[in-house]
């Protein structure tokens, strides 16, 4: 294919640059994002939700026709393409979604109510800026095939504690809201449409488009211009049938009974059509415009917009970055039991061996095996090595290693099968004081200084 040559003899003579809205992400923020998925992965064990992988990409229709043709994402924000058979592709903007299509698709009626938990990029086409990404990642979380406001309950708990285990709970508000059943929304719907209607030319351009196709959605809005009509619109509250408000009154109800705390905001619709009863986010003022960590809510009308049967359903999904990003620093420092160091290349190999054993016994090993001397020390040093392994010429030819314990600077030299014992001390000692720092007390039957 001769353009395909010419594409890389054009390309090929400067470095390309990353597409703009995605992220390469290292260092500081790779350990905070890594951190996230680790808690998330442990949290959604002990809720007992059960890991699936879904396809980065589905037939467009999946997202059109569930997300709803006027929401932002399926209007403007998908990245969607032709095949090379002509078929209509989307990279995937969400989970839900797809998740929804797979349980029709595969039969897995037959497991709900299912409990399911996944993560990974997603693809929007917006302005790139700070917490506001077109690849971006999140934790998704799902229940399908349950009816009753104990889902809504489980997986709001499931949420609250994730971000406590994270450490960022503090300043961030559960947002809680009902839109209603079916019948309540369209009653609400309509007092919306005519108290909007009212004032129609004062709303902003999207706003007036979105009062025809989807009233609801300027409550979402985020455009000051319509900011003071939305703050004195009609409330679902004066709409709600009795079992709607039952619904929500279980779920309040239950949260409180799980320690959960919420806050009630009449105005949290959430951008897709797709929403039934319970809408929630997480809030925070800590990140600017892109507040949002964590939002979800009830969707019991999504399956049947797929041609599937009519499931109740409920979820949630959290940005990564954003969640990364309130964890920032403060993500525990990765575990480095052991630095080995070999002077030449006998040692080398003595290292190798060492660091073999070493890791079947669950310890975190790396060798330094080039540089000066001096500059593997104080490498192995910056990077948190709790004990270095020194192995040189004399060493080897004792049969031994020299260990040095790098808080307290002690040496030893010591027969390589050794070194494990010496390493689990030097844990210990690093969990003593790191509890005396956190200020936990230590059980009556601990000698510190044992
Ligand atoms: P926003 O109002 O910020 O656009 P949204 O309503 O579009 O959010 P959802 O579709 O509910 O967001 O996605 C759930 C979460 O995913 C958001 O709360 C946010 O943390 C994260 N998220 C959404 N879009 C992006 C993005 N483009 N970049 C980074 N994170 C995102
Ligand atoms: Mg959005």
Redesign the pocket.
């Known amino acids: 294919m001769r353009g395909t040559n010419a594409l890389t003899a054009r390309t090929m003579s400067k470095t390309p640059q990353a597409i703009r809205?995605t992220q390469d992400i290292f260092g500081a923020e790779a350990e905070a994002f890594a951190f996230v998925v680790e808690t998330f992965e442990r949290v959604r064990k002990l809720y007992r939700f059960r890991r699936i992988e879904m396809p980065v990409f589905e037939r467009t229709e999946v997202f059109a026709r569930s997300i709803g043709e006027t929401t932002?994402?399926v209007s403007k924000?998908m990245y969607s393409f032709l095949d090379r058979g002509d078929e209509s592709l989307t990279l995937r903007?969400?989970f839900t979604a797809g998740i929804a299509r797979a349980y029709i698709t595969n039969g897995w009626q037959q497991h709900a109510p299912l409990k399911v938990a996944t993560h990974g990029p997603?693809f929007?086409y917006?302005r790139?800026q700070k917490?506001?990404?077109?690849q971006?990642?999140?934790l998704d979380a799902e229940i399908l095939g349950a009816g009753e406001p104990q889902a809504d309950v489980e997986l709001l708990a499931m949420a609250d504690q994730l971000l406590k285990e994270l450490g960022i709970a503090d300043g961030v508000t559960l947002n809680l809201n009902t839109l209603g059943d079916g019948d309540s929304r369209e009653a609400w719907r309509a007092a919306l449409v005519e108290h909007f209607r009212g004032v129609r030319g004062e709303l902003s351009e999207d706003s007036q488009e979105r009062l025809e196709k989807n009233p609801l959605r300027i409550l979402?809005s985020?455009d000051p211009r319509d900011r003071a009509f939305v703050a004195d619109a009609p409330k679902i509250d004066d709409f709600l049938s009795p079992q709607a408000q039952d619904f929500f009154g279980a779920v309040t109800a239950g949260l409180d009974a799980a320690g959960v705390a919420w806050e009630r905001n009449p105005a949290l619709v959430?951008?897709?059509d797709y929403y039934r009863h319970t809408a929630f986010?997480?809030v925070t003022d800590r990140l600017g415009?892109?507040?949002?960590?964590?939002?979800?809510g009830r969707y019991d009308g999504l399956m049947e917009s797929l041609g599937g049967p009519a499931t109740p359903a409920v979820g949630?999904?959290?940005?990564?970055?954003?969640?990364a990003m309130l964890v920032g620093e403060r993500a525990p420092q990765e575990r480095f039991d052991v630095a080995i160091i070999p002077m030449d290349d006998a040692g080398l190999a003595q290292a190798n061996s060492l660091a073999r054993s070493l890791r079947a016994e669950w310890n975190n090993v790396e060798i330094y095996a080039t540089g000066k001397l001096k500059k593997r020390m104080a490498r192995a040093n910056e990077a948190g090595a709790l004990v270095a392994v020194l192995i040189g010429e004399d060493e080897i030819a004792a049969g031994e290693v020299t260990v040095r314990d790098l808080h307290d600077g002690e040496q030893a030299r010591v027969a390589p099968a050794d070194v494990s014992g010496i390493v689990a001390k030097a844990q210990n000692a690093q969990w003593l004081r790191q509890t005396e720092h956190s200020g936990i007390g230590l059980p009556d039957w601990i000698d510190p200084d044992a």
Not at 316 to 323: D, N, P
């Open positions: 809205g932002d994402i924000e903007p969400e997603l929007r917006e790139p917490g506001r990404y077109r971006f990642h999140q979402d985020k959430r951008g897709l986010e997480f415009a892109q507040g949002t960590v964590l939002g979800g949630w999904a959290a940005g990564i970055e954003r969640l």
